[in-house]
């Protein structure tokens, strides 16, 4: 069973949410440990102070912020624990805005939220007002002992919340020289419109599921087989020879007919061995969808009962 990694409550004007946070990641990343070549001995980290060679126990350490080459300004652990936001166990709710106003730039790390004791229904009422007005909640909460801004949204039957970045961690692009001269560079209708198409015809519906990692299961396919016993042999990197390079228009209609050849192939096979993208799903005027929404929730029965979350 998963463990809340922190409680509290969420709070937008009068109303109180009890939840439990849970992380919604569980990384995949294959790990190294450091270990001696010769005795095959995990290698021990150490703190070394450079000019006496003697190792510096953890209780001297005393943080240090660098204010030109080897000039620090050293803060006390009482000084900065004076200065630390105040512990709460509230995520305060400053604002509602649109989900397409937030660019995914500005998220961080991902969270679900779960109903607290005795917030089953609080809860349930901000998650549906929430899907409703197609609103996000921005907020603010302290966790081990940083404030974080955090994007509160529905994602199916939980409440998910996502940590971000302020405003001024993140980089524009307009820093970037080749960006500029890339934004003076002109193109032609016809290349826009083979461009177009090519984008179209490799549009579909976003399938997680269809992304591997196939880099972390070779390596662990090594992994196993070295456990084995098996001797992997490495094979010599060949030399790249680089082709030269089309004409923009030649490469645009290439690959153009590249992806409809493979689409009919696909198609015509039938055996199973391609999956064909889907297209894209048209979406309805808002005020439409809301419409068709509440007429369907109208000839609903009042029986029944909430579909199971997957």
């Not at 990384?27 to 006496?52: C, E």
């Not at 998650?127 to 949204?153: H, P």
């Not at 009919?264 to 199973?272: D, H, K, L, Q, S």
């Amino acid at each position: 069973m998963a463990r809340a990694i922190w409680t509290g409550a969420i709070s937008f004007g009068m109303v109180t949410v009890p939840v439990k946070l849970y992380s919604a990641l569980n990384r995949k990343n294959v790990r190294f440990h450091q270990l001696s070549g010769k005795t095959g001995v995990r290698v021990a980290q150490k703190r070394i102070d450079p000019q006496s060679g003697e190792e510096v126990p953890y209780e001297s350490i005393v943080k240090g912020y660098e204010i030109a080459p080897d000039r620090y300004v050293v803060i006390e652990p009482g000084e900065l624990e004076a200065i630390e936001p105040k512990k709460t166990r509230t995520i305060e709710i400053e604002d509602f805005v649109e989900l397409s106003q937030i660019d995914p730039i500005y998220y961080e790390h991902p969270y679900y939220l779960a109903p607290g004791p005795g917030g089953a229904k609080p809860y349930r009422l901000l998650l549906e007002a929430m899907r409703e007005t197609g609103k996000v909640a921005i907020a603010r909460v302290v966790i081990r002992s940083k404030e974080q801004l955090v994007a509160i949204r529905p994602m199916g039957d939980a409440l998910g919340m996502a940590t971000m970045l302020f405003a001024d961690e993140v980089l524009s692009p307009e820093r970037l020289d080749e960006v500029a001269e890339a934004a003076g560079v002109k193109t032609t209708k016809r290349e826009l419109e083979i461009a177009e198409q090519l984008v179209g015809s490799l549009a579909g519906d976003f399938e997680p599921e269809r992304y591997r990692d196939t880099y972390r299961e070779q390596v662990l396919a090594m992994i196993e087989r070295k456990a084995q016993g098996e001797e992997i042999a490495v094979q010599p990197p060949q030399e790249e020879v680089a082709a030269p390079a089309p004409d923009l228009m030649s490469a645009l209609k290439a690959s153009l007919e590249a992806v409809r050849t493979r689409e009919g192939a696909v198609a015509g096979t039938g055996n199973g061995s391609g999956k064909p993208r889907k297209a894209a799903a048209k979406k309805a005027p808002a005020g439409k969808a809301a419409a068709a929404k509440k007429g369907a929730a109208k000839k609903a029965p009042a029986s029944r009962k909430p579909a199971k979350q997957r």
